[in-house]
């Protein structure tokens, strides 16, 4: 039986060594791999649906986003009602990608961007609250929320930033419930996923 296993385990290293071990990453990551990154179908709860971001005007153009980017996905929850959307930028010029390197620890572009989301320039209240934080994920990563109490009702907006060399994820979301999917287990999804790709 011994004599076995030791045959086994010569053939088994065989194998790996004649197969270059495990297969690795191949593919060079596109804009167009936003879909497979991006896909939080299988983790979100039931209740969330797909948005068509077109017909909603949550599209890469109506965002105004740039050619870094990828196309938008989004999903909604109706109750509790909460939506959640996220892009994909691939940066490679070096200027553009300190910028938005930068931006992961400039709390007052953060701070602002909480702000203009909550308000969006119609709401004059000052009654928000921000909290931000830096979690141990990838080559860096940001997460923060803003609370707008108003007229009895309490919005809350937040983002969470992610990056792997030179992708880039953003997913943000728009609630008014307690209760609402947190963001990071989604952004740790898509960043495992990149593993599946070069870049």
Known sequence: MKKLLVISLVIMVLLLSACGGPAAATKKITLGDYVTVLDSSKILPDWFEPINVVSEGLSKSDMGLDGNSSEITAYISQLPYQVIYSYLAIIEDAADRATA?????DETYLNQMIKMSLTAGFSQSEDIQIQIDYPDLGDGAVAGQGILSESGTDTCFEFFWGRSGNVFIYFYSFSYADEKQPLEPLVKEA????????Q
């Open 101 to 105: 390197v930068d931006q992961f620890t």
């Open 191 to 198: 960043l495992k996923r990149l593993g599946n790709f070069t």
